[in-house]
């Protein structure tokens, strides 16, 4: 399985950005996608996730600001991230992750920064 994100950048505050996830590979079992980030000097946190049957669950941080969605075309998985309303907090490395309830497979991570 492989992992690659595109997007990410800068915004101003109030802003929005949007990230993408390609998932390729042996992606048959993988039945949980999601995003993850950190910033300097902190822990890893986790952003929001949707599993196969389409469920979504976000971090409290996030929640009415970000949206995930999966879409599946031509065999490759993509999982996105829609980023309204950044504020100063949301800047981070981003990583996408995938699963399929034995192992995860990781992004290289993106950098995402919020600043005026």
């Known amino acids: 399985v492989h992992l690659e994100e595109s997007g990410g950048g800068s915004a101003q505050p109030g802003g929005s950005l949007s990230l993408s996830c390609v998932v390729s590979?042996?992606?048959?079992?993988?039945?949980?996608w999601g995003w993850y980030r950190e910033a300097p000097d902190l822990q890893r946190e986790f952003v929001a996730a949707?599993?196969?049957?389409?469920?979504?669950?976000?971090s409290d941080s996030v929640k009415g600001r970000f949206t995930i969605t999966r879409d599946n075309p031509d065999h490759n998985n993509t999982v996105y991230l829609q980023m309204n309303n950044l504020k100063n907090e949301d800047t981070a490395v981003y990583s996408c992750?995938?699963?399929?309830?034995?192992?995860?497979?990781w992004g290289q991570g993106i950098q995402v920064t919020v600043g005026s």
């Open positions: 992750f995938a699963a399929d309830g034995r192992s995860i497979t």
């Open positions: 590979g042996s992606i048959a079992s993988i039945n949980g």
């Open positions: 949707i599993i196969a049957e389409g469920l979504t669950r976000y």
